[in-house]
């Protein structure tokens, strides 16, 4: 059933930024070439030419507010409206659970994310190439010279493979995060919006007031801290993987706890509009 509640998702996503990562794309590589190539003008048509070549810089950055804009509309709305508006009466008498819907919408903006970021990276690439400031030969040659990096230490293969689980994690907690503020947001029969944003600001504020007294309790033992930097010294790969060992476990915390308040809250004291 998450197969076909992600088949949905993904042609609504679709729907909406197809459209903006192909404009975003070609008005990057359209600029890139503006930049880059000289073509013999007449005086008149040059300066009408130089006036007007601000426009496509413009556009571009246009487009990339755009992405952002609506990539965060999409995971407020999607479950505001999708789940706790009044789609959310179509969407809780399908015969799926609140875990089947949690997971496909989480999954959905994963993915809206993850092409968003690929987009991103390949905008920039089609701005750049054209000017040479980033050639192919560059590309190649990073790529050899990490698989020269892996061969010469296998432990970077772990620490690519942790930083990546991590970004991923990170996205996923970050996600169930606004989830769960808007869970709590509609607990409220009026002003449930307003509601939603303190839960948010009302977690960050716990979290940060957590982290502050984790860190404090570190200090507390400079003799540890002292022994981590020495290792860290010492051992920069080996460090660098128990850190994000660390900070994996902790966005796998936050992204548990995140989930499984919302699915609760979904599950027991869902007040739909």
């Given amino acids: 059933m998450i197969g076909k509640l992600l088949k949905y998702e993904m ?7 197809l459209p903006v990562w192909a404009a975003l794309l070609a008005t990057s590589l359209i600029t890139g070439f503006l930049f880059t190539i000289e073509v013999p003008l007449p005086p008149v048509l040059k300066q009408i030419f130089s006036m007007l070549s601000f426009i496509p810089p413009m556009l571009l950055v246009a487009l990339f507010v755009a992405v952002f804009v609506l990539s ?12 706790l508006g009044e789609e959310g009466y179509l969407m809780f008498t399908l015969p799926v659970s609140p875990h089947h819907l949690l997971i496909s919408k989480g999954l959905t903006t994963l993915i809206l994310l993850f092409l968003s970021t690929i987009v991103g990276i390949l905008s920039i690439l089609c701005l750049t190439l054209p000017s040479g400031e980033i050639t192919f030969r560059a590309i190649f040659r990073f790529f050899r010279e ?11 293969v772990l620490l690519i493979v942790e930083v990546i689980l991590l970004i991923v994690l990170g996205w996923l907690a970050n996600i169930y995060y606004v989830y769960f503020a808007m869970a709590i947001g509609q607990l409220s029969n009026k002003h449930r919006g307003l509601m939603a944003v303190g839960a948010y600001f009302g977690i960050n504020i716990v979290l940060s007031t957590l982290m502050s007294i984790v860190l404090g309790l570190l200090s507390a033992f400079p003799d540890t801290l002292y022994i981590f ?7 920069v790969l080996g460090a660098s993987n128990a850190l994000l060992s660390g900070l994996i476990a902790y966005e796998a915390l936050l ?12 599950k027991r004291r869902l007040n739909l509009e």
Avoid at 11 to 17: A, E, H, I, K, Q
Avoid at 72 to 83: S, T
Avoid at 229 to 235: H, P
């Fill in 255 to 266: 992204l548990i706890a995140f989930y499984v308040g919302t699915a609760v809250i979904l």
């Fill in 229 to 235: 930097s020495d290792y860290l010294v010492q051992n």
């Fill in 146 to 156: 990490l698989g020269e990096m892996i061969a010469w230490d296998p432990k970077v």
């Fill in 72 to 83: 965060v509309l999409y995971v407020i709305q999607g479950f505001w409206k999708g789940l």
């Fill in 11 to 17: 042609r609504s996503l679709s729907r909406r930024f």
